[in-house]
């Protein structure tokens, strides 16, 4: 018989095995084998494999399709396990294009992108508040849920309405139909992934803390109530456990955190902050509250990050004037936590807060307000903000962002620690998420939020989740590849034993008592 | 981790691997698999396979049913090439019986079989009509049907329906429930495949004569309609080509003839002959028309075997007096296939009939009448028949008869002649289907319709479709075999030439023209 295989071969890691065109001998009396035999023999011979799956709708269809096309097709392709699964057939000029989907799963938002399967290019992106924000704000919230009557089929129904929403409204404005879409990749928690899969999460926040699954593999995109291609397959990226899932899985592997001589260190700050450190001989995981005050949920002005956010601040020593900075250059409503932990380290270094994160009267002067009793900064008075009302900053609000941030610092000393490293020994410092893409390292360091590396060790990942998600589309030996960082995972329970507090206790100043770790930091202290 | 394994070993081909006991380890703080994955993981090892798979719908139903069974069940397995499945879970104190089905999938009749996956064990047997004969008897007239809109559909739908609705009765007499059916297998021809299976089967009938599938492998019963466990599996027997299918590969299969050291042949008399000789080395098969007379299907008062049906005839070769036994015992209303060829072999033995098969009357005496111009010979007088007319066979019908019986020989003289062998070399003779139940191997000897094999080589396998089906179900191995089976086989294309023709004259005489083939059969010749 005649194959020729059509493999694209493109640089790097953007080759696609998911499209390939088949060219079969046609059938005749002395050659009698089945059309779906047949082309499975091809395939068999082009994939140099001994699984090649064909759903039934798909083998429906075959007659009439291989008699138009006399026997000449493209195939697209995915790949389960050893399996591979043919998901669709198109003539070899049709000019349609076959679309990948990447999903980041997240408990506040959902992410899409939408790429081309035969080359790896993203076709667009689209995003949406995860609809079950209505049920609850966070994880536990939405599995008490599922406890009523009704509530795991309600939470699921919520995510998959939203998502073939999205994706309907995503493929019509790249000109396509969901029916073009053949294979899906899905990262998220553990928590998220459950309520995705519609599968019981209860157990996920019981002692032991046992998830229903750990590794779901491929699913059929029908069984889940996905709206893409009939014969679309799913890839759900697995999780370690219940603190530890699919989109810090996705994070590593985009990071390609698992592949690195020198350990490497991914951090990625949510409402917890998950940490992971690792080379290609070990990875190491562990997670912990640190979140809050980081994402601007904390301070009475904190906000995430959009129009008319203050991103950035600077505050000039000498004559202690605020240069504010906000997203699209809009009138300020708020301060987003990349902002806030600007505004900290500003008022740090000029002496307006002292190592303790104590306001300092003298130094802060008329910008100090008390209102309820409190002290206040104004960062914006009310005649340049966009709301009218001075936007300020209360030493509360700077209590708890400094509580956060030494969590952070004392989780990263303690994940390194228990590798027999110091966080000045690693080689890159991965920050994941929309808290990366803003935040200043400068800044982080200044408060000792983050340790005080060459500012070139540190790079901002993204959307490391989505990233993990869409290369996972790029090649058929990366799921054994992602299965393979997920048993290589090591989780390290954060005990909050008496040295973790110590260290927390050293954390909480600015920025560490230990200012040896901390060298290029330069305080102006005013005295109090 | 604790697995124990309570794999039944059963003496002989009775061994079951289909249900498992397996007994987990409890989840902990330190050992936190996820439920699914922690059985997956345990029954890899008890199995030794890397490939454990478990629907998402029955991953839903894990965590209640772990916790009550405090992480010790029973798993029902069923294996997809390489990969197993589960199908099922139960307590390991659950008194209820996992059920298996075998299908024989007639063309006219579909016989069904349920037997306990645990043991092997048949629970019952039952059979129907094949719906589809209001649409057509043949498949001829059926494929051409769906070639009318909605004609597949509707074919698809009378043979599964009429399945559903005996599987439901089955049971019911079983005292089970068809969700206890966790795996069928099923049997037939390559046209009822297709139709069973709901996909178009116009090119079985067309040159070069295209199935559209020849090895369906393993499908979830949901996807066929078929209304059993919703996790069973259903295995569907490979063909070889469009004119010979998975009954027949089923019938191999049941007798062994494809692990014999000596060639034997198994023929199986319908519409067709079906015929494959074949040992341990080769298997080679053919089928060609032999059968309407041979299934009482030509002569006038021929109908199938039934109560009051004539199956066997003794001529007193003195008297020329007929006894005379009917199914049952019930006064005679018609003969069926094997009776007619008894009645045959009487007749010649006795000189009623010369060598080429037409009446003598001097030695039928009274016995025939000119009925319409055609000389008749009455078997079963008026006075005696059950129907109040004359039960008569007329020169005609035994015309018919004896152009059955010689291409039936023709085809046996052609197909081992292709392998360098005469009849007379088979070690055994296997004799398949409602024909081969009732046929007496010494009479259709002594018409030259079978060789004149010391009468001990003959043996008669009953239902062997159903039998291969029902095989199929009690090892994991066997799915392998069957497809090697099938891979094993040569397709004989029957060219009716001159010397097939040369042979079929020579056939076409009583026994045949060549006595010193047939020394055992003694014949009293009146003068004519």
Known sequence: MDYSNSFLKLPNNTDSPWVRTVRLAKPTLQDNTA??????????????????????DLIKKLPDRLRKWEYNLRCILFKDRRRWLVTGVAGVNDARTFAGLAVDLGTTKV??????LSDGRTLGESGFDNPQLVVGPDILARIHFTENAGGLERLNELIITGLNQTVRDLCRSCRLEPQDIHAVTVAGNTAMTHLFMGIDPRWIIREPYIPLINKPGILKATDLGIQVNDGARVFIFPNVGSYFGGDLIAGIFFADLHQQSDAAILVDVGTNAEVVVGNENWLIACAGAAGPALEGGVTRMGMTAGPGVIDQIKVDATTMAFDIHTIDNLPPIGICGSG?????????????????????????????????????????????SATGADLT?????????????????????????SVGITPHELAT???????????????????GMLPDLPRDRYQSLGNSSLGGAALALESDSYHDKINQIRERITYLELNVNQDFMNRFSAAKFLPHTNTKLFPSVKVVQAST
């Not at 499975?40 to 140099?48: N, P």
């Not at 209102?371 to 005649?383: M, N, R």
């Open 35 to 56: 059309d779906s035999d047949r082309l499975i023999s091809a395939l068999k011979t082009d994939l140099q494999t001994d699984a090649v799956h064909i759903d039934l």
């Open 111 to 116: 992410v899409l992108r939408l790429l081309d």
């Open 340 to 384: 806030v932990i600007d505004l900290a380290a500003q008022l740090f270094l000029s002496g307006m807060i002292d190592i303790r994160g104590r306001l300092v009267p003298a130094v802060c002067g008329s910008k100090l307000k008390i209102v309820e009793g409190l002290s206040h900064l104004v960062v914006v008075p009310a005649e340049n």
């Open 393 to 417: 900053i209360s030493q509360a609000d700077l209590d708890s962002l400094i509580r956060s941030k030494a969590a952070m610092y004392t989780i990263l000393e303690t994940i390194t620690g």
């Open 429 to 447: 410092f991965y920050v994941a998420g929309t808290f990366g893409s803003f935040i200043n390292p400068e800044s982080a360091i200044s408060i």
